[in-house]
């Protein structure tokens, strides 16, 4: 199996190159802010119950998060591989999802940073609210807070990951073809 974690700071583009590579790699796709949105929209007790982080840029907590992605494993269980975009944010989030895969006798190939600097963050994120309509990408308190919540409490995975072999720095700064053929060059060195 191929599992990949995209990571990188809010703004850094794993949705729109997670959208390219599941097609390449023929992979599932699991961000846990698309299911949260997803949540919210029908307006669950989860999605209700998260919103309240959302709102303010700050993390859902870890069991909630776990719990959604133990349940698409299992959805998924006959998946080529996946794509994490946007977990794990947290190192609890990090163990648990080494502990889920390798319950399935797997485990994560790669970690793929993107790199991007701070205002080129804060300008993706500012054009994606006027296009969505995205709440927390419209607010640039909330979008600064996401990206001190990520170098605070996300960024440190980089070192979980480092450890094992698994930390790809990868340039995100460029057009959105550019950073897809940074990102395939570096899995096809490993896939
Ligand atoms: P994203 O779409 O990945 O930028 O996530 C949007 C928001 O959803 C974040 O600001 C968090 O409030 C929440 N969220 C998404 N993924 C996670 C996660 N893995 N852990 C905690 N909170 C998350």
Redesign the pocket.
């Known amino acids: 199996m191929l599992n990949l974690v995209l990571f990188g700071p ?1 703004g850094a583009g794993k ?1 729109t190159q997670s959208a390219r590579l599941i097609d390449k790699y023929n992979l599932i796709h699991l ?4 299911i ?2 997803g949540e919210l929209k029908a307006e669950s007790p989860l999605g209700l119950e ?1 919103k309240k ?2 709102d303010k ?4 907590p ?1 069991s909630v ?1 776990i719990g959604m992605i133990e349940i698409k494993l299992d959805q998924n269980s006959d998946a080529k591989g996946f794509i994490f ?6 190192s609890a ?1 990090a163990k648990a999802l080494d502990e889920l895969l390798e319950k399935k006798g797997t485990s994560i190939s790669a970690m793929l940073s993107l790199e991007v600097e701070h205002d080129e963050l804060v300008n993706r994120l500012l054009n994606r609210g006027k296009e969505s309509g995205r709440a ?1 990408d419209q607010n640039t308190e909330v979008i600064e807070n ?1 990206i001190k919540v990520y170098n605070n409490e996300t960024a440190p995975l980089i070192n979980y990951y480092d450890a094992q072999g698994k930390y790809i720095a990868v340039k995100g700064m460029g057009s959105i073809d550019e950073i897809f053929d940074n990102l395939c060059s570096s899995i096809d060195e490993i896939a």
């Open positions: 809010p949705g961000s846990t802010g698309d949260l949105r998260a982080y959302m840029g700050e993390l859902v870890d998060v975009d946007g977990f794990p944010r947290t989030q927390d996401r």
